[in-house]
């Protein structure tokens, strides 16, 4: 298969977080993922999206979202960006400290982290840019690999 | 698809039989609004049924978490009841299985509340 590559422009809004999970959903079942990979890799983008939209762009209406999908025969990649000022992931706090634990919020990171197979966040004063990545079961680039 | 709410009493207990999602938004306000409005009627033993609960994102759980709070603040006591696998799984991974009181049996979570 060769490489097929989509992406949108979007409004800071909820209808967009909710747009986004649809077409990850929508996304992953044509690359062939399974159910539950479906569901893990919407709500990662469901998740990046919420972040994009609420901490990034606050609600801003002058500010976009750009969503992308590539589908290689290896993976899929997603890669989300917004035009906030910019994320520093490493004042994020762990959602799983006993302190935290019991927090409201600060959840959606590490859900990502744990749906996705690589997880880079590229933060800068224009932005953050999400870039998420599921490995496809069975790909044709795993074939070539194994040992003879 | 949005969530729905209807509560009911047994033996004392309010259940809140919930569908659909948790998300940020509508599904989280309709849980919160539920919680509260209870609370404030005095009805401080709750179950919350998510037996047809089919999706919770970080904000949905962040509600759950504020839910079970917010009720214990107030000498209230909330239990879940009837997880789905998805639900059963986000509260693992985030930790909160534990956290909650988890029923899987109606009759056995209403019993559990104290008298």
Redesign the interface.
Known sequence: MSADRVSYTLDSTLETVNNAEETASRMAAEAGFDDEEVMKISMAVREAAVNAVLHGNAYDPNKKVTLAFERTPRDLVIVIRDQGKGLDASKIPDPLAPDNLMKTSGRGIFLIRSFMDVVEIHPSHTGTEFRMIKHVPGNAADSKEAPQ | MSMKSSTRQVDGVTIVDLSGRI???EGSVVLRDTVRDLLSKGQKKILLNLGDVNYI???G???L??AF?TAKNQGGELKLLNLTK?VHD?LQ????YT?FDVKEDEAAGVKSFSK
Not at chain 2, 93 to 96: D, M, P, Y
Request: hydrophobic share 35%; proline share 0%.
């Open positions: 998300t940020l938004g994102d970080s904000s759980i962040g509600e978490v504020s709070t998805k986000l991974i985030t930790k909160l956290v």
